[in-house]
């Protein structure tokens, strides 16, 4: 049971009253002390009686001895760390000399103020105290700080191993939430090239780093900012210096700390369009998550490099390693060679709505199609198919048979369409990384075309071009990325 520190005085009454209405009041009725627990009161017994003991000096309590400190003398009571039994109660009679020391942490008259009740629990440590208005704080014993206001985040700490230092609520905050927006900050048209800003909610941080304090604020209402014809404004929070404002600025460039975008405005000759799109406080990891999920089962982690399509000899076709995302988890898959060790599961249409697997191939099939009829038709010579190549998120390879044919290789790789439907296996976590071209009667790929381009970091505009002989029977075709500029 906890013990109870009343800073109430002892008054004599005729007639206790409810003990509902007096939590934690202590009375003397009819030559008795007594005290209520919310619910009833509790008999103390007689003044001087053995049933409580009135704190000396110095004292440390022990179980089942019911204290009280009166007005008399220098009075403090230690509370140690083992645990101790029964209902304890004392009174706190406000004298400067008055002391409750918990642990080593130390508690003056000063800490105890008229309206408060302090609980320490039954292994010393102090657990909760209740100001006088109303609002409780929680503590403990490692952190003792007893003030008539409310609880710090700081003074909220958690369990940690060795000298962690961000162990608090407030630490907890500061590194798991964001600078950003909560509430309001609508972005409006103040008519004349003008816009206004309603009051803004959010959280932001004093200096530009990671670990300094969030701040919760509230920026005041911005009426007038200017956006002159035919420009582009950005509208954005800053710190300001501890008084947070909303701005406007040419440039999209913020350090989402001290800074963050609210949306921004085009004024097209006269006429605002108005984009209300602000960087969140605290979700932006979730609404993140929710965007890779949305758009992506799988995603390739852009690389110059990374599973790359390719052909090492005749029919066999490779991939180099390469990450991928799926969800929050980045994997990396390792490369794949047909003319090694390698293989692919080969798909085309059973004829009912359904696929046909065909696992462990190691070499491409360049003489039939895919026409939906549950067998694969047989290509007339010289004629061009397509396959389209697949790799899922335990790294293995697959290959979709092309739904049509072609009489030339540019007819194939201009014209030939993706299938518009898949094998569920694919279509629940699969990445197309492309497609093959071929003749019926060649036995090597003649075009490779990789899903994901390559360029040139810095290169504006791309433009692709093919060249090759002009009329070879077997032609090898090339990529080229240029500059335009």
């Known amino acids: 049971m906890p013990l109870v520190i009343s800073d109430l005085a002892i008054h004599e009454v005729a007639a206790l009253p409810s003990a509902a209405t007096s939590p934690s009041a202590l009375l003397t009725y009819a030559g008795t002390v007594w005290f209520s627990d919310g619910t009833s009161w509790v008999n103390l017994g007689a003044a001087g009686s053995a049933d409580w003991e009135t704190i000396t000096a110095s004292q440390t309590a022990v179980s089942n001895v019911r204290y009280i400190m009166d007005n008399v003398a220098t009075q403090e009571l230690t509370i140690p760390a083992s645990a101790q039994q029964g209902k304890i109660f004392a009174l706190h009679a406000r004298g400067a000399d008055h ?33 006088s208005t109303g609002v409780l704080r929680v503590i403990n014993a490692a952190n003792v700080s007893v003030a008539a206001t409310a609880v710090n985040a700081s ?10 230092t961000h162990n608090d609520l407030q630490s907890l905050l500061d590194l798991t939430s964001s600078a950003g927006h909560l509430d309001g900050g609508v972005i409006t048209s103040g008519g004349s090239n003008l816009i206004d800003v309603s009051i803004l909610k959010g959280l932001v941080r004093a200096t530009d780093d990671d670990t300094s304090t969030l701040f919760p604020f509230e920026a005041p209402v911005e009426i007038g900012l200017s956006v002159p014809v035919n420009t582009i404004r950005y509208v954005y929070l800053d710190y300001n210096g501890g008084s947070p404002s ?25 006429t605002l369009y108005i984009v ?14 929710q965007q890779s999920n949305n758009h992506n089962a799988i995603a390739r982690e852009d690389s110059l490099t990374a599973l790359m399509l390719s052909s090492p ?25 047909t003319a090694e060790t390698g293989t692919y599961d080969r798909y085309y249409r059973d004829g009912a709505g359904g696929w046909t697997k065909v696992s462990a191939q190691t070499d491409t099939t360049p003489t039939v199609y895919d026409n939906n009829t549950g067998t694969p038709v047989t290509l007339a010579t010289g004629k061009w198919s397509t396959k389209w ?56 790929i003649s075009t490779i075309i990789s899903a994901f381009s390559t360029r040139i970091q810095g290169m504006q505009a791309p433009v692709r071009i093919t060249v090759g002989p002009t009329a070879p029977s077997n032609p090898v075709l090339y990529d080229l990325w240029i500059d335009t500029n």
């Open 389 to 444: 190549w697949y790799i899922d998120y335990q790294g293995r390879l697959a290959a979709l048979d092309g739904w049509d044919f072609f009489d030339t290789q540019a007819q194939c790789v201009g014209a030939a369409q993706r299938p518009n439907s898949m094998p569920l296996r694919l279509q629940a976590g699969a990445l197309f990384i492309g497609r093959t071209v071929q003749r019926s009667n060649e036995t090597t």
């Open 246 to 270: 909303v701005n406007v600025t040419a440039t999209n460039d913020f350090n989402y700390r001290t800074q963050f975008p609210l949306g921004y405005v085009i004024n097209e000759g006269g």
């Open 99 to 131: 002391r409750l020391v918990v642990n080593g942490n130390t508690i003056d008259h000063t800490g105890i103020t008229p309206g408060n009740d302090i609980l320490v629990d039954e292994g010393g440590t102090l657990v909760l105290a209740a100001v």
């Open 155 to 164: 003074d909220i700490v958690a369990t940690k191993i060795g000298g962690a």
């Open 276 to 289: 209300n799109n602000p960087h969140r406080a605290g979700v932006s990891a979730d609404r993140l998550a």
């Open 313 to 337: 000899s005749g029919l066999k076709v490779a991939t180099t390693a390469g990450y991928v995302w799926h969800r929050q988890t980045r994997k990396l898959l390792a490369a794949v060679n």
